[in-house]
């Protein structure tokens, strides 16, 4: 049995140290120290075969004697004992293990070896395993600091998933000057069994945590990495920086926590769309930390920018361009109070000068305006330091309006050193981040806009989505299962894209002529009938397809032509009968398929269909998993044949929204159903008004 909330892996009862010491410098020293010193408040054993007291704690010689259950074993012994460790772990029903020892996968065969061999007994005995290769985790709120890291860090809402050790204890280090505090730290290694994975998962339910922060150097199960965390970011930001984009990187991930790195677009694609913020840098990773930490999302992407100063202003102002954000355009209200109070010649349109000889009163007044005008969505406050600047009564004007204008992020840029010192402290600890320049305080309101749409498009989506039939698909492909095949006949693939609201053709399967006849008068003239038989691919090449049929008694003819054609070319053939088909007016012909990534599960290919399909190869793709109509629609102007859609030399444009809507409609049925494993509608007619499927393919495992 595998357990499998790690919340009782944070809050353990009881904790035993394996290869605990009593000397100073040793890491079991530490991690035991660690312990105690955190204030845990469990039951401690240290586990040492020649010690019966470490740290004024009774020691045990081994785990096979301890006189309770145990929760959480953490293991600091060398490598070639942590097999018999483990066992021992396993036998006496130790809940949760944490590995610090180093020298497994990552040193190459002989020590995946042992890895396997770990994982293995931890399956058989139900535990589970953080590491091996880890610096262990911190729980501030248990708390719990279950590691050898030397900082224990602030409490604070901010959960931190390293794959690398080192960057984790540097971060904990540097977060004690910065006054960021954290709720969970957590050391990943190896990843022989948990994984980024289960703590996202974890975070996202946990009430202490707001944002949640990982560095990565791959990712080891895709389509779960995507299921969980867009679950995980439509709750709190999931912020990631995954290192290893540059070949070199790449390389040098490999070798240190044995991470096998994916292709970087892939990654990208499959961060964008399951609503992962991707950092660039540590410093943008943090930077979005205290951001999302601190600030309210803002409804829009207008921004105010307040200043003592031009040249800093304009800076901002390109930066607001830059990041995609939009300058807010003040109502008249907020213009003419502004100039009715400050000075002739400060500046009150946006970016506002307040002028370089402005005091506290200056700062608040327009504060006050600025946060009020309906047209503002966040404002970024800018200061240089002169003679009569006022940073500390400036950070309390800050202050008051963040508490008067709760929904609008204030951020802040003090440009300079000492003088500002203590007023962007003030700042820092009454909850607004506060940066030396301007393009960071941007930057961050950039990355929270992207993540208010990225919630509007869930949100979105979702709706759009709520007219879905999955059980009658399902029905469908039991069916053909049953009947031993794999390859869905034309109208049972019309019937799934029914199920689905994909606009097909009317397609049925008639098995006598008689039945053809009633079909095609019920559907209406002209229409085209196709030999219904998994195994004939090319139906036009044995005489299976008749089109233009414009009456009953032509549809009767042409029912029994077609078995004579295909009798005649295959007579082994298995044939069900034959589809009849409404023929469609002809439309702009486009193609919308699917393929497999092996990491990441189905990806939807859009493009220009017909003839040349082959020749241009104009098709682009976006993973199934999470695809929102904003994507769609990037993916969509990346096509050549996106210029016919919006209406080439004069003619009409097509109806973009209807396959946009088509395109999140397969996306949805592959993400549904994995056991499709080809899909392919080709051609799509696309018209002024509304599209239509002609010929669906759909091939399951
Ligand atoms: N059960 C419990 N304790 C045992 C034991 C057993 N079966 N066998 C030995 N011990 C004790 C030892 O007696 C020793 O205690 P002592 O200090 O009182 O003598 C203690 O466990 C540690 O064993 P030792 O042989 O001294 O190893 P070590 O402390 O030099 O190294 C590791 C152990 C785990 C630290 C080391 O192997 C390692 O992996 N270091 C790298 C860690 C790392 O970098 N992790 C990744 C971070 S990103």
Redesign the pocket.
Known sequence: MIVNKLTNMVRPGTVAV??????QG????TVLNNIISCGYKGKIYP?????TEIEGIQAYQ??ADLPEPIDLAVI????S?VP??VEDCGRIGVKYLVI????FKEIGAEGLEMEKKIIETCREHGMRLLGP???GFIDTHTPINASFAATFPQKGEIAFLSQ???MLVAILDWSLSSGLGFSKVV?L?NKADLSEIDFIEDAADDPNTKVILCYIEDIVDGPRFLDVASRAACKKPVIVIKSGTSQAGAQAASSHTGALAGSDLAYDVAFRQCGVIRARSMTELFNLAVAFARSPVPAGKKVAIITNSGGPGIIATDNVENYGLQMARFTKDTIDALRGTLPVEANVYNPVDVLGDAKADRYRFALQKVCADPNVDSVVVLMCPTGVTQPVETSQAILEAKKAYPEKPILAAYMGGETLARGSAMLAEGGVPCFTFPEPAISCISGLVRYNEMLQKQEEAAAQMSRIDQKGAKAVFYDVIKDNRLVLLGSEAAEVANCYGIPVAPTVLATTPEEAALEADKMGYPVVMKVASPKILHKTDVGGVIVGLKNSDEVRRAYLEIMDNVYGYMPQAVVYGVEVQKMMPKGTELIIGMTKDIQFGPLVGFGLGGIYVNLLKDVSFRLARGLTSGEVEKMLQETKAYTLLRGYRGEKPRDIAALTDVILRVAALVNDFPEITEMDINPVFAYEEGLSALDIKITIS
């Open positions: 394996v290869g605990a010491s009593s000397k040793k890491i079991g020293h586990i040492n075969p020649k010690e081994s785990v600091a012994v060398p490598a004992l018999g460790v610090i020892t180093a020298g290769n880890v610096v690398s050790g080192a050391s290694g």
